[in-house]
T-cell receptor, first 113, second 114 residues
Framework: AQSVSQHNHHVILSEAASLELGCNYS??????LFWYVQYPGQHLQLLLK??????LVKGIKGFEAEFIKSKFSFNLRKPSVQWSDTAEYFC???????????FGTGTRLLVSP | KAGVTQTPRYLIKTRGQQVTLSCSPI?????VSWYQQTPGQGLQFLFEYFSETQRNKGNFPGRFSGRQFSNSRSEMNVSTLELGDSALYLCASSFLGQGPDTQYFGPGTRLTVL
């Protein structure tokens, strides 16, 4: 069965600390990979995506993610977090040609000023 | 461009009632998907519509249904509501609905079943 694992459920960081959120997937076929963010009181927003090509993708607000096919991973990184990055982060996967997104359970990030 | 809009934003119903939620996709987007978000189960795919046809369905009972109109607007219906149907229902739209494509989410409708 298709599944996405986010191992960090809650992360607390101080401002300027570096961030890495793990995402592993179990999926057959060609995958499309996404990170979405849900700020408090706001709707899900796309942070970045990977379809093909360079496995290191850059998104909005200084976030980046690396697709490592051999490890079935798509980890999210940011070198220096800000208080405004406090949010819930979701990794999601779909198969090419299908719109069904399978989401991980999410990681709640709290950045203290 | 305006984003995905969903109405109503909040809804309170009682067990046994039915409810209809509405979604207007981003202009030009032809695919609409619905998701249920709960604290216990997270984000789960309900179904996807493209050109007024349901193309894909998640693992939900038949009480959950939907449809899409010729202008790509979509509605989902839940009949015989149960307490466990309390959730945030999210609609997402995408442009082509095929190949690598990105879904953009609306603000959701928060349904509370009493």
């Amino acid at each position: 069965a298709q599944s996405v694992s986010q191992h960090n459920h809650h992360v607390i960081l101080s401002e300027a600390a570096s961030l890495e959120l793990g995402c592993n997937y179990s999926y057959g076929g060609t995958v499309n990979l996404f990170w979405y963010v849900q700020y408090p009181g706001q709707h899900l927003q796309l942070l970045l995506k990977y379809f093909s090509g360079d496995p290191l993708v850059k998104g909005i607000k200084g976030f980046e993610a690396e697709f490592i096919k051999s490890k079935f991973s798509f980890n999210l990184r940011k070198p220096s977090v800000q208080w405004s990055d406090t949010a819930e982060y979701f990794c999601a996967v779909s198969n090419t040609g299908f719109q069904k997104l399978v989401f991980g359970t999410g990681t709640r990030l709290l950045v203290s000023p | 461009k305006a984003g995905v809009t969903q109405t109503p934003r909040y809804l309170i119903k009682t067990r046994g009632q039915q409810v209809t939620l509405s979604c207007s996709p981003i202009s030009g987007h032809r695919s609409v998907s619905w998701y249920q978000q709960t604290p216990g189960q997270g984000l789960q795919f309900l179904f996807e519509y493209f050109s007024e046809t349901q193309r894909n369905k998640g693992n939900f009972p038949g009480r959950f249904s939907g449809r899409q109109f010729s202008n790509s607007r979509s509605e989902m219906n839940v009949s015989t509501l149960e307490l466990g149907d309390s959730a945030l229902y999210l609609c997402a739209s995408s442009f082509l609905g095929q190949g690598p494509d990105t879904q953009y989410f609306g603000p959701g409708t928060r349904l509370t079943v009493l």
